[in-house]
């Protein structure tokens, strides 16, 4: 199994040091989750730099479920504060991990997006997480974040 690459991986997640996670991947990878549902190429490593840039308080465990030398599943738990909000996040979920010259081309995290919802979104995730609407919505507006995100990391002159 890739274990070195999946501890590379989750412990720059645990420092949120995207950059260091954005490596971990290889060029032609593709990763989704509920939130980021079809993300490829460059733009997998973008989210985790925009992630990590505005998270804190970042206390992450994992545990590797099961792995060979083409593909892993992790199970895991995190909990960090949003820097704009200062809301405190939950979460827990599955990633599946597949691996290509030795790096990941392929990851699907899955998470409960209501139980996210709750705590990332305060009383709308509370009260409307758990409908597609809502789920659409927040797809769209982090789509569009990562969007000028990328943009103004290229350009700073664009902010």
Same mark, same amino acid.
């Given at each position: 199994?890739?274990?070195?690459?999946?501890?590379?991986?989750?412990?720059?997640?645990?420092?949120?040091?995207?950059?260091?996670?954005?490596?971990?991947?290889?060029?032609?990878?593709?990763?989704?989750?509920? %939130? =980021?549902? @079809?993300? +490829?190429?460059?733009? &997998?490593? !973008?989210?985790? #730099?925009?992630?990590?840039? *505005?998270?804190?308080?970042?206390?992450?465990?994992?545990?590797? %479920? =099961?792995? @060979?030398? +083409?593909?892993?599943? &992790?199970? !895991?738990?995190? #909990?960090?504060?949003?820097? *704009?909000?200062?809301?405190?996040?939950?979460?827990?979920?599955?990633?599946?991990?597949?691996?290509?010259?030795?790096?990941?081309?392929?990851?699907?995290?899955?998470?409960?997006?209501?139980?996210?919802?709750?705590?990332?979104?305060?009383?709308?995730?509370?009260?409307?997480?758990?409908?597609?609407?809502?789920?659409?919505?927040?797809?769209?507006?982090?789509?569009?974040?990562?969007?000028?995100?990328?943009?103004?990391?290229?350009?700073?002159?664009?902010?």
């Amino acid at each position: 199994m890739s274990e070195a690459l999946v501890h590379r991986y989750f412990d720059a997640l645990a420092r949120l040091d995207g950059e260091a996670m954005a490596a971990c991947y290889h060029p032609q990878a593709s990763f989704s989750d509920p %939130v =980021f549902a @079809d993300l +490829r190429g460059e733009r &997998v490593g !973008w989210r985790w #730099r925009m992630l990590t840039r *505005g998270a804190r308080d970042m206390h992450l465990d994992y545990v590797i %479920v =099961f792995g @060979d030398e +083409r593909k892993a599943q &992790v199970e !895991w738990k995190a #909990r960090y504060r949003f820097a *704009g909000s200062g809301k405190v996040v939950r979460n827990q979920g599955l990633s599946t991990l597949a691996f290509w010259d030795g790096r990941i081309v392929r990851q699907v995290d899955e998470f409960d997006f209501w139980r996210w919802s709750r705590s990332s979104l305060g009383l709308i995730g509370m009260l409307f997480g758990g409908l597609g609407p809502v789920r659409s919505m927040v797809q769209r507006r982090a789509a569009e974040q990562l969007d000028r995100y990328i943009a103004r990391s290229r350009d700073p002159a664009s902010s």
